[in-house]
């Protein structure tokens, strides 16, 4: 495992990740000692709040059928619910919602919600490199650099 600062090593174990997770950000880490990660393994009410500040922030109704296979609960949540515009009446619906799924469907709507995946803030100096030991990582199955229209890098394994 690579040598990483005791404050280095602290924000990558705050982001509460499964092994192969957090092994693949100490690597990209190492290799890119500047690079941000945004989030890690999340709540219900986090990830609830995650997809309504997304929603909210492009003006995009449809957000989470453009963005989640799984999301068609949710979706339908946002569909019913015309008069719900703020994050916060969002983010409360959205975590109805979820709250009301089973642990299954919760698995397949996002992988921030078993430790299985990051977010990286998006760079533009040495966005290739980067974008390629992203590639790269170990046990990785999934690499976006766009959700729904947005700009977001997020890592799945």
Do not use: C
């Not at 030991?133 to 650099?145: A, E």
């Amino acid at each position: 495992m690579p040598d990483l600062s005791p404050t280095e090593e602290a924000a990558i174990e705050a982001l509460h990740l499964e092994q192969v997770a957090r092994d693949a950000a100490k690597i990209l880490k190492s290799k890119h000692p500047n690079i941000i990660f945004t989030s890690g393994r999340r709540t219900i009410a986090q990830q609830a709040h995650a997809m309504a500040v997304n929603i909210v922030g492009s003006g995009n109704r449809q957000w989470i059928a453009q963005t989640y296979l799984a999301g068609a609960k949710l979706q339908h949540w946002i569909d019913q619910h015309p008069e719900a515009k703020t994050v916060d009446q969002i983010t409360a619906g959205l975590t109805s919602v979820m709250n009301g799924m089973t642990d299954v469907e919760r698995g397949r709507l996002s992988k921030h919600l078993s430790g299985q995946a990051f977010d990286v803030q998006p760079v533009t100096q040495n966005a290739a490199a980067i974008q390629a030991d992203i590639n790269n990582l170990p046990g990785k199955t999934k690499f976006l650099t766009k959700e729904g229209g947005l700009v977001r890098w997020h890592v799945q394994f």
